[in-house]
């Protein structure tokens, strides 16, 4: 496919660029955050790459044994060089569904964040052992 564009000095040159290269920029719905998630005897452990995110803006939940991140992002930047200024301001919102891989207690859940990363110290339920239950037999003779 060929496609001509007339040269104008007001031409921003990738105005039109996400509709020729969808595939180049990625996803357009929003930035989702990469998630590790590993345990050890007593806890799970998510960490998540919350970089320039305010954690003021993020919520976390846990509701059946499934861990939901989700929150806003806004990124600015600003170039002022010269005779030239640009100004671009991103915003979104990112949401993040995790099921656990075993059985937690959401409400002793811990998160802090440290250099960009969000971690989440989510403590195990120990598993209840199955018990046997005997039938008593009432039948009358």
């Given at each position: 496919?060929?496609?001509?564009?007339?040269?104008?000095?007001?031409?921003?040159?990738?105005?039109?660029?996400?509709?020729?290269?969808?595939?180049?920029?990625?996803?357009?719905?929003?930035?989702?955050?990469?998630?590790?998630?590993?345990?050890?005897?007593?806890?799970?452990?998510?960490?998540?790459?919350?970089?320039?995110?305010?954690?003021?803006?993020?919520?976390?939940?846990?509701?059946?044994?499934?861990?939901?991140?989700?929150?806003?992002?806004?990124?600015?930047?600003?170039?002022?060089?010269?005779n030239y200024y640009k100004k671009e301001i991103?915003?979104?919102?990112?949401?993040?569904?995790?099921?656990?891989?075993?059985?937690v207690d959401g409400e002793k859940a811990d998160?802090?964040?440290?250099?960009?990363?969000?971690?989440?110290?989510?403590?195990?339920?120990?598993?209840?052992?199955?018990?046997?239950?005997?039938?008593?037999?009432?039948?009358?003779?």
């Open positions: 496919m060929t496609r001509l564009v007339r040269w104008s000095p007001f031409f921003d040159g990738f105005e039109d660029f996400d509709e020729l290269f969808p595939s180049v920029r990625g996803d357009k719905s929003g930035f989702v955050p990469a998630v590790d998630m590993y345990q050890d005897e007593k806890n799970v452990i998510v960490e998540a790459q919350m970089a320039g995110i305010d954690p003021e803006d993020v919520s976390i939940s846990i509701e059946n044994d499934v861990l939901v991140i989700k929150g806003e992002s806004e990124k600015t930047s600003e170039v002022d060089d010269k991103k915003r979104g919102s990112f949401f993040r569904s995790i099921p656990l891989p075993t059985k998160a802090e964040t440290c250099d960009g990363v969000l971690k989440i110290v989510i403590p195990k339920i120990s598993e209840v052992k199955s018990k046997t239950i005997k039938i008593k037999n009432k039948n009358k003779k």
